[in-house]
């Protein structure tokens, strides 16, 4: 059986299994997605879809349907696919089309709380005692309640998917947040804690040319799920990845030990970090995180380029490409606000 994901413009993202030989509008009707569909013959395109990442095989296609350049783009009919390994479709069309339901909803504890600087903190959760694995793709966030609190937040799953069920979570810790306040004074393990999950358009998708990370701040946090598939499986990385880490100050940089093991586990990873505002002490790279870019580094304009931090930091970055020519690149983004 092979596992698909399906993703929604809404954020929302379902998994589903879907057997040897089974189309994939079926397998997803069998699990209570019911995916818009009219004639089921190839021909209407109320299923279209794009296949992200995975092999498949396409029936019938009308040329109405899809165009050539569609199918080059991973343009799929769900009513036409066959899927030959795991795979990840995006719809252009809310969830709520094909399912009333929201994301799960998950009671875990905490296990650990890290503090790893005055500024950040790695929350440890424990998960296991869900039924099965906890599904979501590396990218993706997940909406926290703050224990004692009817407050919700949201924050990247820094790991990835795993049989056991242990989430790591990177958080920024602000003066007076309430998350913050949280895991400063009262967090103790064993406290229970509740997420919905998986959410968020922002993950990894099919890796055809050299990649580029950039995170600012606890950005890093959907950089650590990606990498951490990576190492799982670094026979399939056959591409370059290069990550760009830039924060405020130097004690803002975390997780540095976790990068270089990284460099060790993935053929061709590599990663260059920058300070914005140095102490005296600082000995390496200073500035905005386009100070570390050099044209090199982007491939004569053909990478995936993935961005996730601040809005300011993202609309740097998006601005330094704009001014080159990258037409035959692909760009995502995720932005986030500390809260």
């Not at 009707?29 to 296949?51: F, I």
């Not at 990442?53 to 050539?68: F, K, T």
């Not at 809005?311 to 760009?331: C, F, G, H, T, Y």
């Amino acid at each position: 059986m092979h596992k698909v994901a399906l993703s929604f413009n809404d954020g929302r993202t379902h998994f589903i299994g879907v057997n040897g030989n089974e189309v994939l509008i079926d397998a997803a009707m069998r699990h209570g997605l019911t995916l818009p569909v009219d004639c089921r013959e190839g021909v209407c395109a109320s299923c279209k879809g794009t296949c992200q990442s995975g092999d498949y095989d396409l029936e019938y296609v009308d040329e109405d349907a899809l165009s050539e350049d569609d199918l080059a783009k991973g343009g799929i009919l769900a009513c036409q696919m066959r899927v030959k390994s795991d795979c990840a479709v995006r719809f252009d069309f809310d969830s709520s089309l094909c399912t009333s339901a929201g994301p799960e909803e998950v009671e875990a504890r905490v296990s650990k709380v890290e503090v790893l600087s005055d500024s950040t903190a790695e929350l440890h959760l424990d998960a296991s005692s869900r039924a099965g694995q906890l599904d979501f793709l590396p990218g993706q966030y997940a909406h926290v309640q703050v224990p004692g609190t009817d407050e919700w937040r949201s924050y990247s799953f820094a790991c990835e998917p795993n049989q056991d069920n242990q989430l790591q979570l990177l958080i920024r810790l602000l003066p007076d947040g309430v998350m913050s306040n949280y895991l400063r004074d009262r967090a103790q393990p064993g406290d229970r804690i509740k997420l919905k999950a998986p959410l968020g358009a922002f993950y990894l998708q099919q890796v055809k040319r050299p990649l580029i990370f950039v995170a600012g701040g606890t950005g890093l946090a959907a950089f650590l799920g990606m990498l951490d598939q990576m190492a799982s499986n670094p026979d399939k990385q056959a591409q370059p990845v290069r990550l760009f880490y830039g924060v405020t100050r130097p004690q803002d940089l975390c997780e540095l030990e976790r990068l270089k093991t990284y460099e060790q586990r993935i053929p061709e990873f590599s990663f260059l970090t920058t300070v914005m505002n140095p102490d005296a002490d600082w000995q390496g790279a200073s500035g905005v995180v386009t100070d570390l870019f050099e044209e090199s580094h982007f491939n004569g304009g053909e990478v995936d380029a993935y961005l996730c931090g601040p809005p300011p930091m993202v609309e740097a970055v998006k601005s330094w490409l704009d001014q080159r020519n990258m037409e035959n690149s692909r760009i995502y983004f995720e932005k986030f606000s500390a809260s």
